[in-house]
């Protein structure tokens, strides 16, 4: 992954054309194992910083993840709505939860 990816609470942050990008940490993989559920976000919803992005389930671990910006949910990846062990990806890019728009960016400084 590129340079300009910043790691917040075992969540990878990437600016792209369509927004921030907010994706698990090959870190969280591995602590989590395999996993089996997930909750995504719901379009269109507005998270501030710390409010709940995504809850899952996995052989080790239920896990909670907390949103490491403020912004609005712009899309998500419907591929791990319907097949959550896509983000157990090792290629991390793969691993995205959801696209935030309207980001403070100075939480990512």
Not at 51 to 73: H, Q, Y
Not at 83 to 102: G, Y
Request: hydrophobic fraction near 40%.
């Amino acid at each position: 992954m590129a340079e300009e990816v910043k790691i917040i609470d075992n969540l990878w942050v990437l600016k792209t054309a369509e927004g921030y990008k907010v994706g698990l940490t090959n870190e969280a993989q591995e602590e989590l194992g395999n996993i089996t559920f997930a909750t995504l976000p719901k379009v269109g919803q507005e998270l501030k910083k710390g409010d709940s992005l995504i809850e899952v389930e996995a052989e080790k671990a239920v896990s909670e993840f907390s949103s490491p910006v403020t912004g609005t949910v712009a899309s998500i990846n419907e591929a791990a709505e319907n097949e959550p062990s896509v983000l157990d990806d090792p290629n991390q890019s793969n691993a995205w939860i959801a696209i935030l728009t309207d980001v403070n960016e100075e939480e990512l400084v």
